[in-house]
């Protein structure tokens, strides 16, 4: 029997959890991302995911990082300890395996904040009617020709309560409920819905959590 999924959950794994709130918080000195986090009481993860750090270190003095979900700036105090050491900071996770590339091209568009608005997943450029291949291993939950701003789309659900999205398609050639392999052909490269130009928009969400895609490719 085919498993539905309920239109609400859909929705939430579209939607996000928090929309674009958020405020830009300049670095002083001394401060590190696991106390800029801390204090705003963000996740490190969540911090590191939308600005593109996959190392702590490469933050410094001057440069200003996004802190979604917050409404406010707040100060950070600078880490005071012995001179010389290093203080202990959260790891940020990298599963360069999780997943594999959809399709291959030149990354026009990262994830996290662009021109003021957030961007929910990458975007990869490619010819008109190159085959888009499946991220891994999973069932289409959701295909659908002609959504509002994705155009032809297509969600696979995977373990660990993973979801890939798929947009801008010329074409969808899976059907809701499949059961795919990971490097299976599932679509094609298209620019329906709101594209400019042809290009696959790729997403990665964990449950209702929007995740960076480059946190998860080889």
Request: charged residues 30%; positive net charge; glycine residues 12%.
């Amino acid at each position: 029997m085919l498993k539905r999924y309920p239109l609400f959950l859909l929705l939430m794994i579209l939607s996000g959890c928090f929309g674009g709130r958020g405020v830009y918080h300049t670095i002083g000195r001394g401060e590190t991302l696991w106390r800029i986090s801390r204090t705003y009481r963000v996740d490190i993860q969540e911090v590191a995911e939308i600005n593109n750090i996959k190392d702590p270190t490469e933050i410094e003095a001057g440069k200003r990082i996004f802190i979604p979900g917050v409404s406010r700036v707040r100060k950070v105090v600078p880490y005071k300890g012995i001179p010389g050491e290093k203080e202990k900071e959260d790891k940020i996770v990298i599963e360069r395996d999780r997943f594999s590339w959809p399709v291959r091209g030149e990354l026009i568009s990262q994830f996290g904040l662009r021109d003021g608005s957030r961007h929910d997943g990458i975007d990869i450029k490619a010819e008109e009617g190159t085959l888009i291949k499946a991220a891994d291993k999973g069932e289409a939950i959701y295909v659908n020709s002609g959504m509002r701003g994705y155009g032809n789309i297509i969600i696979l659900k995977h373990k660990d309560d993973f979801y890939t999205v798929y947009a801008h398609n010329k074409e969808n050639l899976v059907k809701t409920g499949e059961n795919v392999e990971k490097g299976a052909v599932i679509g094609s490269v298209g620019d329906s819905g709101n594209a400019d130009g042809c290009h696959l928009h790729f997403e990665v969400r964990q449950g209702k959590n929007k995740r960076n895609p480059l946190f998860f490719l080889p």
